[in-house]
């Protein structure tokens, strides 16, 4: 998790910068009125983005509690969906069918990259790869067992994922969740 935490923070240190610029720029504007929409608009902008930061932030600390995955999986994932248009390049885009792939599963791949983040197969230095014009390979997912968690009413060890959070904040089962209704 701290790969999104540290990408989140990267982000919104780079968001923030641009909002300084673009204070900067509206500041500089000659009407007055265009200055006050557009403060206005960045203003919801980065209201926004700050609920959109903790609501991720909120949702992958779940997930990752829960046992569906571990932190340096969504740096993959991330990695994998950027990857999708054919550039790695941190924004989703038109596909460019001209990208390199990886010769060993036909996903895109990122030139610089020393490995496949699909299949982790060694990339030739030029990356010169097959060419196809889908972005999607069927990829079998990682298998692990799921973390296990104790229940603080009954004290049964179950699934971390089968696990609930209880008004007091303790960590329950389905049984004792339920029964307090």
């Not at 060993?104 to 990339?123: E, M, Q």
Request: charged share 25%; glycine share 4%; aromatic share 6%.
């Amino acid at each position: 998790m701290t790969f999104f935490r540290d990408w989140v923070l990267r982000s919104t240190e780079a968001t923030q910068f641009d909002v300084h610029e673009l204070r900067s720029e509206i500041a500089n504007m000659p009407s007055a009125d265009a200055v006050v929409r557009l403060s206005g608009e960045l203003g919801v902008a980065m209201a926004r983005l700050d609920r959109l930061e903790l609501l991720c932030d909120a949702i992958l600390s779940l997930a990752e509690m829960k046992g569906l995955f571990e932190g340096p999986e969504v740096e993959v994932m991330m990695q994998r969906l950027d990857l999708l248009d054919g550039v790695e390049d941190v924004k989703r885009g038109p596909i460019r069918v001209d990208s390199p792939r990886c010769a060993h599963c036909s996903h895109f791949v990122n030139p610089k990259r020393r490995t496949c983040v699909y299949c982790d197969a060694r990339l030739p230095a030029s990356a010169e790869a097959p060419r196809a014009t889908s972005p999607y390979r069927d990829a079998p997912p990682a298998v692990r067992e799921a973390p296990h968690a104790t229940c603080a009413r009954c004290k049964q060890r179950v699934p971390q994922s089968a696990t609930y959070f209880t008004r007091e904040g303790e960590l329950a089962c389905a049984g004792c969740f339920n029964a307090d209704g």
